[in-house]
Every structure is written in structure tokens, then in C-alpha cells.
């Protein structure tokens, strides 16, 4: 992205408090994402779409949703 970070992006998003309940898949270019980003699944690529809908099944299910 050409003016901020996906890291950058998801901290300004969880300080937004319309958008601080929101869930967030995170897909890190680096193999670790960086400890201050709030995320609530972390994939790694290549990400294989199974594993997207398990994961947002997963998480909806937990949010009561």
C-alpha cells in the first residue's frame, strides 16, 4: 500500500471505535507478524481458501455471530 502499512492499517482500524469490534484475518508478507497488530487469525501464504472460510466460520462462531 503506498501511503501506509498493512500493520500500520490494522493499528489505526482497532483505534477507531466504530471499527474496533470488527474481525480481522491477518496475511503477513513476513513470516511473523509484528507484535503490536491486534489481529484475530493470523494465516500464512499461500493462503488456500479452506482455510479462510474455516477460519472466518471459526471466528464468527466464537463472536456469537
Not at 18 to 33: G, M, R, T, Y
Not at 46 to 51: G, N, S
Request: glycine share 4%; with cysteine; charged share 20%.
Amino acid at each position: 500500500m503506498p501511503k501506509m502499512s498493512g500493520s500500520a492499517l490494522f493499528q489505526y482500524i482497532r483505534n477507531e471505535p466504530a471499527l474496533s469490534q470488527k474481525i480481522f484475518i491477518l496475511v503477513p508478507a513476513d513470516s511473523s507478524p509484528p507484535a503490536f497488530v491486534q489481529y484475530d487469525c493470523c494465516l500464512r501464504k499461500p493462503v488456500d481458501m479452506a482455510d479462510v472460510f474455516d477460519a472466518m466460520h471459526r471466528l464468527l462462531s466464537v463472536a456469537g455471530r
